[in-house]
T-cell receptor
């Protein structure tokens, strides 16, 4: 059974700092890994998706990497801004026909002005 | 307008009442999902549907039922609501083929008194 862990559960950084959020998963046979952002009381917004054959994806100040052999993915946020404050979740999709998705519990990020 | 729309966004009800949460999408996706989110537990899958005639139970389907009225519509029902069904409920969609990227609605916050 896939397990997805995100540590730390909460992180507070000063504005302008570069930061890395971590996601680990137990079963390396994944179809994809997706990073989401969730604002309080809101839905999940897809940030980046890395397919199993890829090593990284970039969008603006965000870069996500995937290392299946070690069961790890990281989300790098460059030059953090107060507007980046949110909870970030990762989700691993398995390679079966249903592509079952297992979510981590998220890292709550606060960027202090 | 949002690609995945959930109604109602907030609902307070009493124990024993029947509740229906509705989801509609304009993304043209075949796959639709219902998740619930509880603090500290992450998102858990309730039901999923790959097309109008294909509905499957997820990991926590007890106490819930669903209906796929059309490709674009997927509703979740609580036949007799109980307090531990108080949660944030999300509808999500994905394409039948491709990357498997999930797209979420804004969520429906349900409180059962």
């Amino acid at each position: 059974k896939q397990e997805v862990t995100q540590i730390p559960a909460a992180l507070s950084v000063p504005e302008g700092e570069n930061l890395v959020l971590n996601c680990s998963f137990t079963d390396s046979a994944i179809y994809n890994l997706q990073w989401f952002r969730q604002d309080p009381g809101k839905g999940l917004t897809s940030l980046l998706l890395i397919q199993s054959s890829q090593r990284e994806q970039t969008s603006g100040r965000l870069n996500a990497s995937l290392d299946k052999s070690s069961g790890r993915s990281t989300l790098y946020i460059a030059a953090s801004q107060p507007g980046d404050s949110a909870t970030y979740l990762c989700a691993a999709s398995d390679s079966g026909g249903y592509q079952k998705v297992t979510f981590g519990t998220g890292t709550k990020l606060q960027v202090i002005p | 307008d949002a690609d995945v729309t959930q109604t109602p966004r907030n609902r307070i009800t009493k124990t024993g009442k029947r509740i229906m949460l509705e989801c509609s999408q304009t993304k043209g996706h075949d796959r639709m999902y219902w998740y619930r989110q509880d603090p500290g537990l992450g998102l858990r899958l309730i039901y999923y549907s790959f097309d109008v005639k294909d509905i499957n139970k997820g990991e926590i389907s007890d106490g819930y039922s669903v209906s796929r009225q059309a490709q674009a519509k997927f509703s979740l029902s609580l036949e007799s609501a109980i307090p531990n069904q108080t949660a944030l409920y999300f509808c999500a969609t994905s394409a039948l083929t491709g990357t498997g990227e999930l797209f979420f609605g804004e969520g429906s916050r349900l409180t059962v008194l």
